[in-house]
């Protein structure tokens, strides 16, 4: 693999981001001004109905963030001015054609100058809506390539995607490709367009019906779930992601293509500060469920490895496949985790929380410390069913009779327990691959990357993505931890 500076490479370079204020864009685009700032421009694809909506949400939501602190201590008053030289908001939505772009001056000036477009737009709800889901997904990535490929200048395009997109496969999974009409299942049939139809079809009865926005959406997050389990993918978000992937290995040509699937992704390991973290995961939530008390009982395999590699890793495998696949055409695949290489445990996670927050305990707002025991591990589905049905099902059915028998009396009561049962249940189901995930994601191909970086550059440090260098045990306890209460659950 030919690879020669990354930093030279980025230098004078324009760059568009699309989904550029979810969690891993803004990494990138902090990364990059901070590590290259002679790159030319930054296009920051953000939906809004207009500029001055997506300049508004440039400085909230991007540049006003913590995230930005050792930039704005660095560049000081000079921030502002560098920002607007660099930064560029374009408002637009990939789930439209042409990726929604109204400025038809913009949009010429993209084609002519773009080098680079980094797709990191995606809805990750594992009950998404069905037709949001394909929309921003699968067809979102179509509308990428097609834009990509109207690029005069175009060296690259990096698509982000999941290594969930294996569903609940087990044992070694490869850096391969997902052809057209590729199912998991064997199930044969599955064709985009008819799902696309399908989805239509569904929403025109829905709203045919006369039915609430709230009961159409709730529908659709259902058909989702249905359509995906039809051919053995476990979610919504996962299913989307990997029909997207078959859109544009089908459609490429000739285009330079890198398929990036990174796992959990969790805090900043280093830079540009270590704990960097945003939006709530589900080891996270876990986590602060147990630090404020709220948490029974743990349901997982405990010796099932939990893939989680630090956000800051994925942006520098970004970066360092953006230089190595350059003018390369053809598409490559790159898995970026740490179940290969420095396997954590769902058995470490129950470890640090019970030693994070005994030393750190969680404040209530009355000011009282919450107190953390060792909880109990419900190592099957099935001992979780016996659990709630002692718990609270036999409440609920008693619940149901004496509701009978008293003219409805206790109606309210039963309908709440009602509808809390069955959203914990459709939690536990969403969760339930991961929680008892068995596969190990190869990275042959990231560990070439690594390698490439190491030999032919001098920037291994600066783009740092090995995960078998990082002490979970310290990552946990002091940064990790730290971090999530700190950013996410203040």
């Not at 207009?50 to 050792?70: C, M, P, Y």
């Not at 490559?332 to 750190?360: A, C, E, L, W």
């Not at 036999?394 to 009396?409: D, H, R, S």
Request: glycine share 6%.
């Amino acid at each position: 693999m030919e690879l020669e500076s990354i930093l030279q490479f980025i230098q004078n370079k324009n760059i568009l981001v699309t989904g550029a204020t979810g969690f891993l864009a803004k990494i990138f685009v902090e990364k990059i001004l901070r590590v290259q700032p002679n790159v030319k421009k930054l296009y920051l694809l953000l939906r809004a109905v207009d500029t001055k909506s997506a300049t508004q949400r440039l400085h909230n939501e991007i540049i006003g963030k913590d995230l930005f602190r050792v930039l704005r201590e660095k560049w000081g008053a000079g921030m502002n001015s560098i920002v607007s030289e660099k930064l560029t908001v374009v408002p637009g939505d990939i789930s439209h054609e042409d990726l929604g772009l109204k400025d038809s001056n913009l949009r010429e000036e993209m084609l002519s100058q773009i080098d680079v477009i980094v797709n990191l737009a995606a809805t990750t709800n594992f009950d998404e809506r069905y037709d949001v889901a394909l929309g921003i997904n699968t067809l979102g990535a179509k509308h990428v390539l097609n834009f990509a490929k109207q690029c005069f200048k175009l060296k690259v395009l990096v698509h982000v995607s999941t290594a969930y997109v294996c569903g609940e496969k087990d044992g070694l999974l490869l850096e391969n490709p997902y052809h057209m009409g590729e199912t998991l299942n064997g199930t044969s049939g599955l064709d985009i367009d008819n799902e696309i139809r399908q989805v239509q079809e569904k929403l025109r009865e829905l709203r045919a019906e006369g039915l609430t926005e709230q009961a159409i959406t709730s529908a659709l997050k259902d058909f989702g779930l249905k359509r995906a389990n039809i051919y053995g993918w476990p979610n919504t978000y996962v299913f989307t992601k990997a029909i997207g992937e078959m859109l544009i290995g089908d459609l490429k040509e000739n285009l330079p293509l890198v398929i990036l699937r990174p796992t959990i992704i969790t805090s900043t390991y280093k830079e540009p500060f270590p704990g960097w973290v945003e939006g709530i995961r589900t080891i996270d939530s876990l986590a602060v469920g147990y630090g404020k008390g709220k948490l029974t009982f743990f349901l997982c395999d405990i010796n099932a490895i939990a893939d989680v590699v630090p956000a800051d890793m994925v942006v520098n495998a970004i970066i360092a496949a953006m230089a190595a696949h350059a003018n390369q055409p053809g598409e490559v695949i790159y898995q970026v985790g740490s179940s290969m290489r420095n396997p954590v445990k769902y058995s470490n996670f129950h470890d640090y929380g019970f030693r994070f927050f005994t030393k750190k305990p969680w404040i209530n707002k009355d000011g009282t410390p919450v107190k953390v025991g060792k909880v109990a591990v419900m190592g099957s589905m099935t001992t979780f069913h016996r659990y709630m049905t002692i718990r609270y099902l036999l409440l609920l059915k008693g619940l149901e009779v004496v509701n009978t028998a008293f003219c409805q009396y206790f109606k309210g009561t039963y309908v709440d327990l009602n509808r809390k049962i069955k959203f914990v249940m459709r939690l536990v189901e969403l969760y339930r691959p991961y929680l008892f995930f068995k596969g190990v994601f190869d990275d042959m191909n990231t560990l070439k990357l690594q390698m490439a970086v190491r030999e032919n550059t001098t920037e291994a440090d600066m783009f740092y993505f090995d995960p078998s260098c990082i002490n979970w045990d310290d990552y946990f306890m002091n940064i990790h931890l730290p971090g999530v209460v700190k950013y996410v659950f203040k």
